[in-house]
């Protein structure tokens, strides 16, 4: 069951610096249109109950704060980070374009499904980048299974399936992949070509361990390649 990821201990230390007791964070939220009672509050501090979104909204404005101090963890999953920003799961479906029971089931699942546009929305509205995303939607596996099969076989049939899960344009995903494709047969075309020479073994464990290395940073590289475009916002100024 899903919890608002809340920390005790940074919220007991902000009510400190701000000198105010339970009675009067409960009183400033019923201002704020977030109406708690003080034993709540309390809870909160005890680690025996934890707010809602919205109350850990209320509370931070109370406590003059930003959410990420109170939740008291870096923002790693979806959820997370659209609690950083500030979203509560209706207001992040309607920005993006999605129905919230179908987002607030992709955060559960931990897994994203949104077309191509949603996607570009969700990384915008969240302050990421493609990149990033692909990490967050425990993706970055898949992408470096395809990648590697495409540095070391038929590079062309995978430019759909990677620009599917990077949401890249395909002719930025398909010049990556002919450039790996390219650097990855030079391994192939040393290691032969000292093979044939019949050069000292310590030369052909050389060009293994380069190749080996190289298929490691397969997605850093790839990343590297695509440039910009997976790090930079992903609408251009002026508008979607």
């Known amino acids: 069951m899903y919890s608002t990821p809340f920390s005790p201990t940074e919220a007991r230390s902000a009510r400190a610096r701000m000198g105010l007791s339970p009675v009067q964070v409960a009183q400033a939220m019923a201002a704020c249109g977030t109406p708690v009672h003080p034993e709540l509050v309390a809870a909160w501090e005890q680690g025996s109950h934890t707010p809602s979104d919205q109350q850990l909204f209320s509370l931070a404005d109370v406590l003059w704060c930003d959410t990420k101090t ?14 950083a920003g500030r979203l509560t799961v209706e207001r992040l479906a309607y920005r993006i374009g999605m129905d919230p029971s179908e987002y607030r089931a992709a955060e ?20 990421l980048s493609l990149r990033k995303l692909i990490g967050i939607m425990g993706r970055v596996d898949e992408l470096s299974e395809h990648l590697r099969s ?3 076989g038929r590079w062309k049939a995978h430019v759909e399936p990677v620009a599917e899960i990077v949401v890249v344009d395909a002719t930025s995903v398909g010049d990556a992949l002919q450039t790996m494709h390219a650097e990855f047969s030079e391994f192939s075309e040393r290691y032969m070509g000292h093979l044939v020479a019949l050069n000292a073994d310590a030369r052909l464990k050389e060009v293994a361990a380069e ?6 940073r397969l997605v850093d590289h ?4 695509i ?3 997976g790090e930079a916002s992903p609408f251009p100024a002026g508008g979607r």
């Open 227 to 229: 440039g910009e475009e």
């Open 70 to 83: 109170l939740m008291g963890v870096e923002p790693q999953t979806l959820a997370e980070h659209r609690l």
């Open 108 to 127: 559960s699942a931990r897994h994203w499904q949104g077309d191509a546009w949603q996607t570009r929305a969700l990384v915008e509205a969240l302050g």
């Open 211 to 216: 190749r080996a290395a190289y298929l490691r």
């Open 222 to 225: 790839f990343w590297e390649l």
């Open 150 to 152: 495409a540095v070391d």
